[in-house]
């Protein structure tokens, strides 16, 4: 690969504080504008900039895809765990209620989970889908 | 656990299951999953039945948010009559697609990407059953874009390339169809402030003069009408069910539509409201199309070599007449529409088995290779006499029973021009379904080529199991009909709101 020094340096720069941006978005989302589905993108974003600058292999070698397909699943269990705790608390599903003592918390602390396993998932798989098509050259 | 929480585990179960089996490594495991998912929303979904029938229907409030700001899930009749038929169809599906991961190895789905497949499954069903029971239609539209991303993942694991054309024509039409339906949500919700089912039919007939809401409307049914294959908008339909594999193809013919169709009468019938979808001129509409659709893709499928894409034509000509069935507008039409649904499922799934057992021993699918199996797959090839029957309308077999209840609405409305067109189905069915028990049977193999094994055909038993409950239910539900019939006939007063 030709080694393009802006590219790099700029990239290098950029990374850290476009990950750090989808940590906000996903940690203030029940405050502010945002949320898991934005924060997912975002933090995969950056991610994808670093495959597209140092290549896929060095991606997946510290991420191999089987982790992204766990962690893909894991959100989803995240997601649904949260409703089906709350059942197993005697409420409805997602009722975040009692999830703490008083129902405010309770609805900080569901929302947070949620959004957490949201956010996960869309990372993950935004990251498999990429991974799956720029794997794509050594077998055609 | 209380009915509610039956009816959200049924829904909650297979989307649970479905990402632990897409990581889970065996593919052996995965099936045991998904079988085991299956046979517990059958259970479910047969007690929920009972409970609908014995007590009347419930609701279930999600989050602890009360309707209409909530969202609400909600069984009656005809939701737990159709959640019992999805859930039916899986279960037998699930036991056929047991020969994937076996030992013998049926190369159909690469072992690779076989937990993937069953993922796909569990979140197709989960959606379609989310389509069934759910009370609110923005939630509706959710569900339908859970199962149709999963249908269109499963259409494209077909062996060759061109089932990846074909998933991708069916992803732009379903998705049209999708943004159709949400478009006419989005109206409606201008107009009535509500996404709750109930009250948006509360609100209904003092809106409906206004032209918002009935271009709404309009965008709803078109959308739905799409998804469904009703007859102009099919095209996608014979593709997908042609390229996809045969246990996805059997699983969608007796699920997609059905459940769409469903959505279709949910929509019109207990959302907009009778006495308003009566002063419109979608009944008449619906007797055009579905007479059209009868004729048309019956000839059609008359002209196809291929074995499955003729029988995909031919489902176009039964949603035909579900179709007319609600444009006739009365319990009966709608009755005979119903348990037309349920007949259906039985006989086109099982159809679309044997047809996957035989393509195991065949060349290709075309007409000429299946050419003298009737001497050499016995057991399979009387299934397909069975299933055969059953959608041509022998008496004695399922598909007789909704044909006949069918006409006898049609009469009813004296509407003769509609009796005639099902006789005429009916006839073109037997045209073309006969000119595969002809090759089946009376024709001797053209040449045994090299890629046909001579000996050893291939019937793994969980296929052949499957297919046979799948014939012997068209015989049972054909002969003794007190329960579909009568169940399809309250679910249809149920909705209409007529006792």
Redesign the interface.
């Known amino acids: 690969m030709t080694d393009y020094l802006i590219l790099r340096v700029t990239a290098k720069f950029l990374i850290p504080l476009i990950l750090l941006m989808g940590l906000y978005v996903q940690f203030h989302g029940e405050l502010g504008p945002g949320g898991g589905f934005q924060a997912g993108v975002i933090f995969s974003a950056g991610l994808i900039l670093y495959a597209l600058v140092f290549g896929l292999y060095r991606l997946t070698q510290s991420i191999p895809v089987f982790v992204l397909?766990?962690l893909?699943?894991?959100g989803?269990?995240l997601f649904?765990g949260t409703?089906?705790v709350t059942?197993l608390l005697g409420?409805?599903?997602?009722?975040?209620?009692l999830l703490a003592e008083n129902a405010v918390t309770g609805q900080h602390l569901g929302i947070f989970l949620v959004e957490l396993g949201v956010g996960i998932t869309v990372a993950s798989t935004m990251l498999l889908i990429f991974a799956v098509f720029a794997d794509q050259e050594g077998h055609d | 656990m209380s009915y509610e929480t039956q009816l959200i585990v049924v829904i909650l179960l297979p989307l649970v299951v479905a990402p632990v089996c897409y990581v889970v490594p065996s593919p052996r495991v995965a099936w045991l999953l998904t079988l085991a998912t299956a046979m517990s929303c059958f259970l479910i979904a047969v007690q929920l039945l009972l409970a609908v029938l014995d007590g009347g229907g419930f609701s279930y409030h999600l989050g602890g948010w009360a309707p209409p700001v909530g969202i609400e899930y909600r069984l009656d009749v005809f939701a737990a009559f159709v959640l019992l038929v999805l859930t039916a169809i899986f279960l037998v599906c699930q036991l056929y697609a047991g020969s994937l991961t076996g030992k013998s190895g049926i190369k159909e789905i690469p072992l690779a990407i076989a937990p993937t497949f069953f993922a796909a499954t569990l979140l197709c069903i989960s959606g379609l059953m989310g389509i069934v029971v759910t009370g609110d239609v923005f939630n509706l539209f959710v569900f339908l874009e859970i199962a149709s991303l999963a249908t269109y993942a499963m259409i494209s694991l077909g062996r060759q390339r061109r089932a990846l054309t074909a998933a991708f024509q069916y992803l732009v039409l379903g998705t049209i169809g999708a943004t159709f339906f949400l478009i006419g949500v989005g109206l409606l919700y201008a107009e009535t402030g509500t996404l709750n089912m109930q009250e948006m039919s509360t609100l209904m007939p003092e809106l409906v003069d206004r032209r918002t809401t009935f271009t709404g409307m309009t965008f709803v049914i078109i959308g739905l009408a799409l998804k469904l294959a009703v007859f102009p908008l099919h095209l996608w339909l014979p593709n997908a069910y042609t390229e996809a594999p045969s246990v996805v193809t059997a699983l969608l013919a007796g699920t997609s539509t059905k459940v769409a169709f469903y959505a279709l009468v949910r929509m019109t019938v207990s959302v907009f409201g009778l006495e308003t979808i009566a002063d419109t001129p979608l009944p008449l509409i619906l007797l055009i199309v579905g007479a059209l659709a009868v004729i048309v893709t019956s000839a059609q499928a008359i002209l196809q070599v291929n074995i499955k894409r003729l029988l995909a034509y031919s489902s176009v000509a039964q949603i035909g007449y579900m179709v007319i069935g609600v444009g006739l507008l009365t319990v009966e039409g709608l009755t005979a529409g119903f348990v037309h649904l349920f007949n259906h499922a039985l006989t086109k799934t099982g159809l679309f088995m044997a047809v996957g057992i035989m393509l195991l021993n065949t060349v290709d699918a075309k007409l000429p290779s299946v050419a003298g199996l009737g001497r050499r797959m016995p057991w399979t090839s009387a299934a397909v006499v069975i299933t055969a029957f059953s959608l041509v309308g022998i008496p004695g077999t399922a598909g007789f029973i909704s044909k006949w209840a069918l006409l006898d609405a049609a009469m009813a409305q004296e509407a003769y021009f509609i009796a005639g067109v099902i006789v005429i189905g009916s006839l073109l069915a037997c045209i073309y379904l006969l000119r595969l028990l002809d090759v089946m049977y009376f024709r001797a193999p053209e040449k045994v080529s090299e890629h046909m094994p001579d000996e050893t055909l291939t019937v793994p038993f969980p296929m052949i199991t499957a297919l046979w409950v799948l014939a012997i239910a068209c015989l049972w539900f054909g002969l003794f009909t007190e329960h579909s019939l009568s169940v399809a006939k309250l679910a249809a007063t149920n909705i209409m709101g007529v006792q």
Do not use: D, H, Q, T
């Open positions: 397909k766990v893909s699943s894991l989803v269990l649904a409703g089906v059942m409420g409805e599903f997602l009722n975040y209620n």
